[in-house]
């Protein structure tokens, strides 16, 4: 299995119509991907902004080429983005599961 992760850094006053909006687009889009195997946001609360992370969890590279493109290393933006004046990493990291548990 393979973890995408993808952050950006929200002001506060969108913070929750930029969750909701990241429901719509990015959250759906990969769960309608095959391969897809689920996603995890999380937020923290900064000074001035949110932390906003999108974990996607993929059976394989290839599942992820099918969702982000051949280059799978750049971030997969969508254009209403900029309405919520994100911040935000133009590059995703991947990671192997080695491990994990859930209750």
Sequence with gaps: MVAREWRC???????????AYLDETGVKDTAATPG?????????????AAEIVLVTYWESLDAIRAYA??????????????????DPDRHVTHYTVTAQSFR
């Design 36 to 48: 897809c195997l689920g996603a995890q946001v999380l937020t923290r609360d900064l000074d001035a």
């Design 9 to 19: 850094r929200c002001p506060l006053q969108h913070r929750d119509g930029f969750l």
């Design 69 to 86: 493109g051949e280059d799978i290393g750049v971030a997969r933006l969508y254009p209403e983005d900029a309405a919520y004046e994100l």
